[in-house]
């Protein structure tokens, strides 16, 4: 399971074995939104700062990036030979995101 915070924790991403992410509120405990597009179990979640996009790294070879908002993906990175198993990390300076999936 991938867990992280929104922007000053008013939200919690949860990366699962049931391939989705779940966008949960933490002052009402409700489930806000599941994005679904991955095709094997959500390893790694990553929250931009601003809380407007998630990276979710997957067994599936990929890492998704999402728009929280319309819990749509807004692109699929392709490319790994293997399963995408954890580590996602983002690096902001300014406006540009530098992005770092540790595979294991």
Do not use: E
Not at 26 to 39: D, M, N, V
Request: with cysteine; proline share 1%.
């Amino acid at each position: 399971m991938a867990v992280r915070c929104g922007v000053r924790c008013t939200f919690v991403m949860i990366g699962s074995g049931d391939n989705t992410l779940k966008v949960w509120d933490i002052a009402t405990g409700k489930c806000l939104a599941t994005l679904r597009g991955h095709s094997n179990y959500v390893k790694g979640v990553a929250v931009f700062p601003d809380g407007r996009r998630v990276v979710s790294a997957s067994w599936d070879k990929t890492l998704k990036v999402w728009d929280v908002a319309t819990g749509k993906c807004v692109a699929t990175l392709q490319g790994h030979s293997n399963r995408v198993r954890c580590g996602v990390r983002c690096t902001f300076v300014g406006a540009s995101c530098s992005m770092a999936v540790r595979c294991g």
